[in-house]
């Protein structure tokens, strides 16, 4: 993967203990086979499309959170973790509108939030059917402010459920490799770390 196709990581906050990434090129983003819809279903979730279900079957079967988002989407070539501003907002992929505050940490790229750091996922970066390449992240946080930030935004989801928890690190490795497995198999593509 050439220089001009990597995503920039940047991390500005002690909240993050660990936090890794997959990028992935021309993968065919469409329905889930049947047996993964099926297990989703059993466990209560709804599903999406097979990007989207890969990553929340991997987070049941694991424990571990992960998120993907459209890098075509993304404002800038980079995520930079840090902390929200008063004045910022974001739109979650359930589309309800969300007042950030200085004391919450965010996912940002070309400086615009796009994810509430282990919390939710926004809206205008999220995979859709005509998404073509993506970046996978898994990462490991301070449980504690994950859970504060999650009770004073009200959002309790599948995520915070397992990130306001202490999580062993070493489960990004193997959650990551699972679903770099599953996505290859079931959307194709190509994968870059």
């Known amino acids: 993967i050439s220089a001009i196709e990597k995503v920039k990581i940047q991390i500005h906050t002690p909240v993050v203990k660990c936090f890794q990434t997959r990028i992935f090129k021309g993968v065919k983003v469409g329905s889930s086979p049947a047996w993964l819809v099926d297990r989703l279903k059993a466990y209560g979730i709804e599903s999406k499309n097979n990007i989207v279900d890969i990553t929340n079957f991997v987070m049941v079967e694991y424990g571990q959170p992960m998120h993907a988002q459209d890098i075509s989407k993304l404002p800038g070539k980079d ?39 282990g919390v939710v996922g926004g809206k205008e970066t999220s995979v859709s059917n005509e998404t073509i ?56 593509g190509t994968y870059y770390t």
Do not use: C, M
């Open 133 to 188: 390449d993506i970046v996978l992240d898994a990462g490991n946080y301070d449980s504690r402010v994950i859970r504060k930030n999650s009770r004073k935004l009200k959002i309790i989801n599948e995520t915070v459920s397992r990130d306001d928890k202490f999580l062993d690190p070493r489960l990004i490795d193997l959650a990551l490799d699972r679903a770099t497995g599953l996505i290859l198999e079931l959307a194709g």
């Open 79 to 117: 995520i930079t973790i840090r902390e929200a501003k008063d004045s910022e907002s974001l739109k979650t992929i359930l589309g309800t509108e969300v007042k950030l505050s200085k004391d919450i940490q965010i996912l940002t790229s070309g400086g615009k939030p796009t994810v509430i750091l």
